[in-house]
């Protein structure tokens, strides 16, 4: 289990300091002794200090980031990356966390950690990263906050990155973003949904498949064909009256659904053999039941209205 | 489509839900011989987010 940042505070909450203080700890705790893999440093998390997040790291939180560093030593202040290796393979999280959040929260977090930290560039703390990692991991997952638009970035620039499970944005992602050979998710916000990614490894030197492409792919020409039958069937209804737009339209998304079929049947002749992954967001309490050790704590803490 | 949950609770839930997951959830299997199964669960902006959108 790992979580790619933001986890503790918001911008909306952070002043409100002593419910949010509270509600930051209890979430630390729990994903501790859940015995999460590693977490990442998001921007957010930065909003109450560093020194919160040493706290948490002392506890047991294992907290990474590649790119947040002591400004006097120019050493990270968390490991870069963490390697757990799962049934004889070794996989290494790294973390990355943007060097700008945006005219209102950059200038927050400089405030609450003036002299303390230094954000350096997270391409080059993932280049630096990978070349300490190589021959000492099977895979390389990158825990990132940086968002959709920089992940690829990272992905197109540094090689060898087999996974982002990303956020910032907390976006709700359907199916993987592929850069080179990096595909990217992220597993949307607020403890909504619960990312799933499934990994069946035959080969780890060799590229990963998305097992979920086939059911992807008949999912959105079975939408287009719902579609152009909504267009042929108001065609119908008007025999007698041209709408070249709607024409347009039929031809247009026929066209799209063509194409369609055509990778369709590319996708189930590649088959589902070698690496392959699978990614699910599955509703939080579709999957899982509620934890009553957890619940005690929260109720103890006077925050279960929160 | 949901498009709205209280924030509060939906924490407490992922936090106390996961929790009991993270015991169900073997991490790791041998699938056949020459595969292995690996399952990760992953979470972000629990608390914390910008600007959410679907991809």
């Known amino acids: 289990m790992v979580d790619s940042g933001d986890l503790f505070f918001s911008f909306q909450n952070y002043s409100d300091s002593e419910k949010a203080l509270k509600k930051a700890q209890i979430i630390g705790r729990a994903y501790r002794h859940m015995g999460a893999a590693a977490v990442n440093v998001g921007c957010l998390d930065l909003l109450r200090g560093v020194d919160f997040l040493r706290q948490e790291y002392s506890q047991g939180l294992p907290l990474v980031s590649a790119n947040l560093l002591d ?25 990355l ?7 209102e929260i950059s200038p927050a977090i400089h405030r609450a950690n003036e002299g303390k930290i230094l954000i350096a560039d997270p391409v080059e703390a993932a280049r630096e990263t990978l070349r300490k990692i190589q021959g000492k991991a099977d895979l390389i997952i990158i825990l990132s906050d940086l968002g959709l638009y920089k992940d690829q970035m990272v992905a197109k620039e540094v090689p060898g ?46 590229p990963f498949r998305d097992a979920g492409e086939v059911q992807y792919l008949q999912e ?76 005690r704590w929260i109720s103890g803490a006077g925050i279960d209205k929160d | 489509m949901r498009i709205w949950f209280p924030e509060g609770k939906r924490i407490y839930e992922l936090l106390s839900a996961l929790l009991i997951g993270s015991f169900l959830l073997s991490p790791a299997s041998i699938a056949k011989a020459a595969e292995t199964e690996i399952l990760i669960l992953h979470t972000n902006n629990v608390t914390g987010y910008l600007l959410p959108c679907p991809t």
């Open chain 1, 220 to 295: 959105r020409i079975d939408g287009l064909d719902l579609h152009i039958r909504g267009l042929e069937a108001a065609k119908m209804r008007q025999p007698d009256k041209d709408n070249p737009a709607r024409n347009r339209s039929i031809r247009e998304i026929t066209q799209q659904r063509n194409a369609l079929q055509e990778e369709l049947k590319r996708a189930k002749e590649a088959g589902v053999q070698g690496n392959r992954f699978l990614f699910k967001l599955e509703a939080l309490e579709k999957v899982l039941p509620e934890n009553e050790e957890v619940k």
């Open chain 1, 161 to 206: 990155i087999h996974f982002i499970l990303g956020g910032h944005e907390g976006r709700f992602t359907r199916k993987a973003v592929r850069a080179g050979m990096t595909h990217t998710f992220q597993s949307s916000y607020k403890g909504m949904y619960v990312g799933q990614l499934q990994l069946t490894l035959e080969n780890p030197s060799k």
């Open chain 1, 71 to 95: 400004p006097s030593t120019k050493a990270p202040i968390f490991p870069p990356y963490i390697i757990k290796e799962v049934g004889g393979v070794r996989i290494a999280f790294l973390g």
């Open chain 1, 97 to 103: 966390l943007p060097p700008e959040s945006g005219p």
